[in-house]
């Protein structure tokens, strides 16, 4: 029994109880004050009654078991039309809602329901249950900002076995142990064709290489850098689309640090590690992780040798906070109440009205004329 109806049951007992011990142990008394114990008696009998024919479920609540109704609709046909169109029930079809109530309950008790989470959230999910695989990059860089580089300790392992472009076998080197071969960073940099435009490329490793240390090539890529900004900054003016915006968001924070870097051949160096930081902020997403890595790579390598974990993992302080899981059967427990209440008017008045009310749907136990043709 729903917990209202049941305390206004009680209470109405609780005053009819009363008044019959008034009316025996105080006749005189009762006597004397009849109009206001009737008058008690009727309020709390109006009370009992309002509760156990009118019933308010919150907008949310009443939403979460209309959703959750609507992913099965082959199993409950009725109740697409009466509780996910808001259309009540009439008393034909009373008994018939009531039975594919009853099957919703059992497989909400049973299974619960799907709790939503953001990407972030599956990847720290899948690790806590220790099911996550790492078979792309994508997926170390992910284990990685959690703290799991380990996790992609094969992978790596298998990637340095097998041929790959230089600069990734410069960063997979590093992921594995830490070292760095300076021959081939410097090589590298020094074999970028700045005038190309993959050279403005911050998902790579060439650029980067440029600026471990003070050289003439660094400060040419950087002005190169600033002039496509310009170009680009220019061109989302008119170019509103998403991925553009993007591009141009992440060519913005790669030219800000770069800046903060030569400035700092000049020997102030006091504001390099807050641009570190700023960048790390500014690129941090569940998607193109490469130009923050890269970042951070350098970072370990101009202000310490910081190991790749412990340098990687400080980019989580710019993801939301991460939570384990709730129960899917906890997080049930609303998407029931609000099918309890429902029931509970169902059975009552073999039928059911409803109707929008303030703070949500308010439930009447009496039958309606549904409209099926409502969509």
């Known amino acids: 029994m729903n917990r209202t109806i049941r305390n206004a049951l009680l209470a109405t007992v609780g005053a009819l109880v009363v008044a019959a011990v008034a009316a025996v142990a105080a006749p005189d008394w009762f006597a004397r004050n009849r109009v206001f114990a009737v008058l008690a008696i009727a309020v709390a009998f109006w009370a009992f009654a309002r509760e156990l024919f009118f019933g308010v479920v919150a907008e949310d609540r009443y939403g979460a078991l209309a959703t959750w109704l609507s992913h099965d609709r082959d199993a409950y046909p009725l109740a697409q039309v009466c509780i996910v169109g808001r259309q009540g029930c009439g008393r034909a079809d009373g008994r018939k809602l009531r039975a594919e109530l009853e099957k919703a309950r059992a497989a909400l008790i049973d299974r619960g329901v799907y709790v939503a989470r953001s990407d972030w959230e599956a990847v720290f999910d899948a690790i806590q249950r220790q099911t996550y695989q790492v078979s792309n990059d994508d997926e170390l860089f992910r284990a990685a900002v959690l703290g799991q580089l380990g996790l992609g300790r094969d992978f790596v392992a298998a990637k340095l076995a097998e041929p790959q472009p230089e600069d990734r076998r410069v960063l997979f080197r590093w992921l594995a142990d830490g070292s760095v071969d300076d021959d081939a960073v410097k090589r590298l940099g020094d074999a970028l064709e700045l005038d190309e435009a993959w050279a403005l490329d911050f998902g790579t490793g060439a650029p980067w290489f440029l600026f471990t240390a003070p050289n003439e ?90 190991p790749p974990a412990e340098a990687l993992a400080r980019l989580r302080e710019h993801l939301p906070p991460l939570a384990a899981a709730p129960s899917a059967h906890a997080a049930a427990a609303p998407t029931l109440a609000a099918l309890d209440a429902i029931s509970s008017k169902l059975l009552i008045g073999n039928g059911l009205t409803v109707r929008s009310a303030p703070g949500g749907l308010q439930l009447i136990a009496l039958p309606s004329q549904p409209n099926a043709d409502f969509i």
């Open 217 to 306: 090539r660094a400060r040419a890529l950087l002005e190169c850098a600033r002039t496509r900004l310009e170009r680009d900054l220019a061109a989302m003016k008119q170019d509103s689309d998403g991925d553009f915006a993007e591009t141009v968001h992440r060519l913005q924070a790669a030219v800000t640090l770069l800046d903060a870097i030569v400035h700092s051949w000049g020997g102030d160096r006091a504001g390099l590690a807050k641009a570190f930081r700023e960048h790390r902020a500014a690129t941090v997403d569940f998607y193109g992780l490469a130009q923050p890595v890269w970042a951070t790579w350098l970072e370990a390598r101009l202000l310490g040798a910081m």
